[in-house]
């Protein structure tokens, strides 16, 4: 899911023409980098941008709020006449509407370049990328974002990973909670795991003990493929 879609689901907000949404009825658009600028689009040119930053190797994030004139842009542009913001008109008009702020880390980041090569192989199918990403990574908590990630190529991301739970039982023998379902997201937040914000969690059934059973029932209601043995 594109960066703008989860600001406008974090704050409530509409898509709306001609930008990206309105707030108080003044219309926005809402631009991100993993880089250190941004690509501004002809309609969003001399409007008011929300600028989002991201250092995925800092884990962190911080937000400008610009209107981006025509003047305080680059000359050049790419075929789409998108153009970016001049360094010192940012400095210049750029309001930081949020500093620096960390970020949870992306588990992604902790698997080793051989893992990574098994979990984006692209010749697999998205139930045994999934099933490697938990096996990989064990009793750690999965953000929603990083399994779309994973499954970015399927149509129902979600739902294909849902599928997965099964083989990760049968293959790993772990237990698979989704911060989507209040059972689930309370099972593991007994055990010390945190749910919120949709994330996913793989559990062991030592982990688990007396509520494994609670746990695997639970799972096997929320989108599994094929019958299992406890």
Same mark, same amino acid.
């Given at each position: ?7 406008l ?35 969003g ?34 075929q789409?006449s ?5 360094? /010192?008109?940012? =400095?210049?008009?750029? #309001? *930081?509407v949020?500093d620096? !702020? ?59 990973a849902?599928q ?24 593991a937040?007994?055990?010390?795991? /945190?749910?919120? =914000?949709?994330?996913? #969690? *793989?559990?062991?059934?030592? !982990? ?20 299992i043995?406890?």
């Open positions: 899911m594109k960066l703008q879609y989860r600001i689901e974090a704050f409530g907000l509409p898509k709306e023409r001609p930008l990206d949404t309105q707030i108080l009825g003044i219309p926005v658009e809402l631009k991100a980098t993993v880089g250190k600028n941004w690509s501004i689009p002809r309609e040119q001399c409007e008011i941008c929300l600028l989002n930053q991201v250092d995925a190797r800092g884990d962190r994030f911080r937000v400008f709020l610009m209107r981006t004139h025509r003047r305080w842009l680059n000359e050049g542009k790419n789409d998108k153009r970016t913001i001049r360094a /010192d008109a940012r =400095d210049t008009y750029a #309001v *930081a949020l620096w !702020t960390p970020l949870p880390r992306n588990p992604l980041k902790d698997l080793t370049s051989q893992q990574l090569d098994v979990v984006f192989q692209p010749r697999a199918g998205i139930k045994r990328r999934v099933t490697a990403l938990f096996g990989f990574l064990p009793e750690v908590v999965i953000p929603r974002v990083a399994i779309e990630t994973v499954a970015a190529m399927a149509k129902d991301p979600l739902r294909r849902r997965a739970k099964t083989d990760i039982y049968r293959e790993h023998g772990l237990v698979v909670l989704m911060g989507t379902w209040n059972p689930e997201r309370e099972i937040a007994k055990h010390g795991f /945190d749910l919120s =914000d949709e994330s996913w #969690v *793989a559990l062991k059934r030592e !982990t688990l003990g007396e509520d494994f059973a609670a746990a695997l029932r639970t799972m096997m209601r929320t989108g599994t493929s094929g019958a043995n406890p």
